[in-house]
């Protein structure tokens, strides 16, 4: 009798260890949600930061970019993640109460299966459309060839597979093309899933790497860092300025940089930069944002939780590139300090700046 | 003789059986434990049914903006566009009834076949075994299957099936078109596949509860065993039977993983097995993630709200079905 208390008491104490010295540390718990893409970095993120300041405990979960809207929106978390940004009306529906912060940069390239192709393929915004409208439907096409000289192309039917879940890649790509094409705007448009003209759905970037590997002819689309890690073969793009651009890290950066005359300190960095006018921005690139509220109730928690964005935007964007995301360009981060700087926290500024984090 | 010598019988009888009455009532009330006991099972069994009419009513009220806007059209539309916001659910309600039946007209002369061998002819020492390996495959994760698909069968079917079948059938309207890969077919087959030991599993279940000497009976009336199977077992059987395939095609109805994984998923209606389609289980999973409008959320809650729907109304009308067929032969009829 006397051992089975004993036992009891020890599970107990077992199970009400971690909430005990959880009660001790970490006073702050902050609570995010949303995109699935910048998910592995702002894991990394946290369980870095977590290693430097332990009083403040993050969570985030990807649940993708609509959840962590509406859970943003309805309050439920208290920073939300999107690869979309919101749209005026449902920023005009928790009555503005928002800030689109970008912490990195994603990009989404063509990829494609042709037997004995050895050659990178060189794509125009034009053909890029034409194929995804339906209306080149062969890889022999003359408009393919006259842009890849040297390349022999076969004669094989083209297999277009897009993204069938909903996803900021889909969103990232169709902005893209609305952008370069009138008619693509007008018959299809730009959103996180869209009516396709043509092709199959295949879920998730691994979704459409595998069907595209298994059907020869196939092209599609997938995340930069996804091709990156995954050592595919992806095409070139020619950007704005004419110039030929493979996706990679600094190439996508730079749409950054080349989009910044966009911006100030002042901006809604609800920015688009795909077909960035920069000399070597590849044109189909994006930022991903955090979405944080103008006025936080709990000084403590906001003060936490912009330390900690603050800290992702500076430290943390060394993490990026080992990752396969795109980091911001430094010339952003004195716009978004001061960005930073108007969120509220129980009525006062949240933080003042990176002098009194600590973080540099 | 005269009946007043026996009149007094009658009330000591009339009190008899009273007091007997509510001795078993007092018995039956007198621990108050088990009265809670019984309410308490009260209460979980009605949790149950109570919990579906919530998710019918959560499900009605989500999809509401959607009714309003799209009314009835919504089921036979089939634009599905949500940049400019119109929504027709046609093709997904057809990809799921055809994706399903395709899945049982394959699984279910493979799945009998399964149960009569076992239970009819197979030597003793097989039966264990098969029984055993066929019933692993409900274990199998739906991803799993769905990996299998894409990596072995659609090749498979590239490069074996879909050639000879174009050659023979080329002529009907089902095979018809360019084959991607993903497909109706890929779908249909690794459905068929996924219910197979389901449908397996109650109806050897049900054939071996049929009575030995139905077999006899047969066998003694001269018939071959299978013709003993053909006519004694099976129509003995008939009715579990159907509730066998009738939980198969259920499973059918809501699979989501693997089929998403090999349909296409592509919003439209074609009666060519060789193109791709999309199912309305599949096209919740995949879509619901990132509906950020309310009434894209709304239009997926609806799709949701006709799958529930038509999973009921197939439910219902197996259950007739059962009646009907069950009447005078009852094996497993009572267990479904």
């Known amino acids: 009798m006397f051992r089975r208390s004993l036992l009891a008491l020890g599970i107990i104490g077992t199970l009400a260890s971690p909430l005990v010295s959880g009660l001790l540390t970490a006073q702050v718990r902050l609570n995010g949600a949303g995109a699935t893409f910048p998910n592995i970095i702002y894991q990394t993120w946290i369980l870095t930061y977590n290693q430097k300041f332990d009083n403040v405990e993050i969570n985030y979960q990807s649940i993708g970019s609509g959840g962590g809207i509406r859970q943003f929106s309805d309050k439920t978390v208290d920073f939300g993640g999107t690869d979309a940004p919101m749209t005026d009306s449902a920023i005009a529906a928790i009555g503005g109460n928002v800030l689109h912060i970008p912490t990195v940069l994603g990009a989404v390239v063509p990829t494609y299966n042709l037997p004995g192709i050895t050659q990178q393929l060189r794509f125009t915004p034009d053909v890029l459309t034409d194929i995804f409208l339906g209306k080149i439907t062969n890889w022999s096409d003359g408009r393919i060839a006259s842009i890849n000289p040297g390349v022999t192309l076969p004669k094989q039917d083209i297999i277009v597979v897009h993204r069938s879940d909903g996803s900021g890649t889909t969103f990232v790509w169709t902005d893209y093309l609305s952008k370069v094409s009138p008619d693509w705007l007008q018959k299809v448009g730009r959103g996180v899933s869209v009516n396709w003209p043509v092709g199959l759905g295949g879920r998730g970037n691994e979704g459409v790497t595998a069907t595209v590997r298994q059907s020869p002819g196939g092209i599609g689309y997938v995340e930069l860092g996804y091709a990156l890690i995954n050592k595919m073969s992806f095409g070139l793009v020619r950007n704005k300025s004419g110039n030929w651009i493979t996706p990679s890290l600094e190439s996508v950066t730079a749409a950054a940089q080349g989009a910044m005359d966009q911006m100030g300190p002042t901006t809604d960095f609800r920015v688009s930069i795909t077909d960035s006018p920069g000399a070597q921005a590849y044109p189909i690139a994006s930022f991903t944002w955090v979405l944080l509220r103008k006025e936080y109730p709990d000084y403590a928690k906001g003060r936490e939780l912009l330390k900690f964005v603050w800290w992702s935007l500076t430290e943390g964007q060394a993490k990026a590139p080992g990752l396969g995301y795109a980091p911001l360009p430094k010339e952003m981060r004195p716009w978004i300090e001061a960005r930073l700087r108007s969120v509220t926290a129980g009525g006062r500024p949240a933080w003042q700046g990176p002098a009194a984090t600590g973080a540099q | 003789m005269t009946t007043l010598p026996f009149e007094p019988v009658p009330p000591p009888q009339e009190q008899t059986t ?58 036979w539309t089939s634009t599905w566009d949500p940049v400019k916001e ?36 197979a030597p003793r020492w097989l039966r264990q075994p098969v029984a055993f390996l066929v019933e692993l495959l409900a274990a199998i994760p739906s991803v799993v299957y769905g990996l299998w698909g894409i990596f072995v069968l659609i090749p498979f079917l590239r490069s074996v099936v879909v050639p000879p079948l174009k050659a023979v059938f080329g002529w009907t309207p089902f095979i018809q078109g360019v084959f991607y890969g993903n497909s109706m077919i890929a779908g249909g087959i690794i459905l068929a596949i996924m219910i197979v030991p389901y449908i397996a ?30 006519s004694a077992v099976l129509p003995y059987g008939r009715a579990g039977l159907i509730g066998a395939i009738i939980l198969g095609l259920g499973r ?29 289980a599949a096209a919740i999973a995949n879509e619901f993630s990132e509906a950020t409008t309310n009434m894209y959320l709304s239009a997926l809650f609806e799709v949701g709200l006709i799958l529930f729907v038509l999973t009921v109304i197939v439910n219902a009308v197996a259950r007739i079905l059962i009646w009907r067929v069950a009447r005078g032969t009852a094996v497993g009829s009572r267990a479904l």
Not at chain 2, 205 to 212: C, G, I, R, S, Y
């Open chain 2, 86 to 121: 119109i929504y027709g659910a046609a093709p997904m309600i057809f990809g799921t009834l055809a994706s399903s039946f395709l899945a049982l007209l394959i699984a279910v002369p493979l799945a009998l076949g399964v149960a009569i061998l076992l239970t009819e002819f």
């Open chain 2, 252 to 280: 059918a109805l809501g699979e989501t993983m693997a089929v998403t994984m090999v349909i296409g998923n592509r919003h439209d209606i074609s009666v060519s097995l060789l193109q791709p389609a999309y199912t309305m």
């Open chain 2, 201 to 230: 599993a109650v109806s050897r279940e049900v054939l071996l509860a049929v009575p030995v000497s139905q077999r006899e009976a047969a066998l003694a009336m001269g018939a071959t065993r299978w013709e003993a199977v053909r």
């Open chain 2, 18 to 75: 009273p007091s007997a009455e509510s001795r078993w009532r007092t018995l039956r009330s007198i621990d108050r434990s088990d009265r809670i006991y019984q309410r308490l099972l009260t209460g979980i069994a009605l949790a149950l049914p109570a919990l579906i009419l919530v998710i019918l009513g959560v499900l009605f009220v989500s999809a509401l903006p959607a009714i309003g806007r799209y009314g009835p059209a919504f089921i």
